[in-house]
Nanobody, 115 residues
Framework: VQLQASGGGLVQPGGSLTLSCTAS????????MRWYRQILGKPRDLVAS???????HYADSAKGRFIISGDNAKDTAYLRMSNLKPEDTAIYYC??????????WGEGTQVTVSS
């Protein structure tokens, strides 16, 4: 099973994007879906997470601007990003953590915020 992230692109400051992450097959009992981002040369940072029960967590930089959602029946996660800033420019990765076993990573989707 692989995760495919999509929805990245070039957007002007203040604009919006919605990222999607879909599993190529069925992952049994995904407990947590997460979005990370990584700027070249820096560590990969957690942006947002959502538990199977719907509890969400956001990095301070994402609060009030990003919304994470998930559809466990479809093994799909979303990240709605609004009021984007140049400092949001990064490669965004999705991560699914099942109840047992390894977690899964997507290959990443580039988000560039620039005028």
């Amino acid at each position: 099973v692989q995760l495919q992230a999509s929805g990245g692109g070039l957007v002007q400051p203040g604009g919006s994007l919605t990222l999607s992450c879909t599993a190529s097959g069925t992952i049994f009992s995904v407990e947590t879906m997460r979005w990370y981002r990584q700027i070249l040369g820096k560590p990969r940072d957690l942006v947002a997470s959502i538990s199977r029960g719907g509890l969400t967590h956001y990095a301070d930089s994402a609060k009030g601007r990003f919304i994470i959602s998930g559809d466990n029946a479809k093994d799909t996660a979303y990240l709605r990003m609004s009021n984007l800033k140049p400092e949001d420019t990064a490669i965004y990765y999705c991560n699914f953590q099942p109840r047992v076993g390894q977690d899964y990573w997507g290959e990443g989707t580039q988000v560039t915020v620039s005028s």
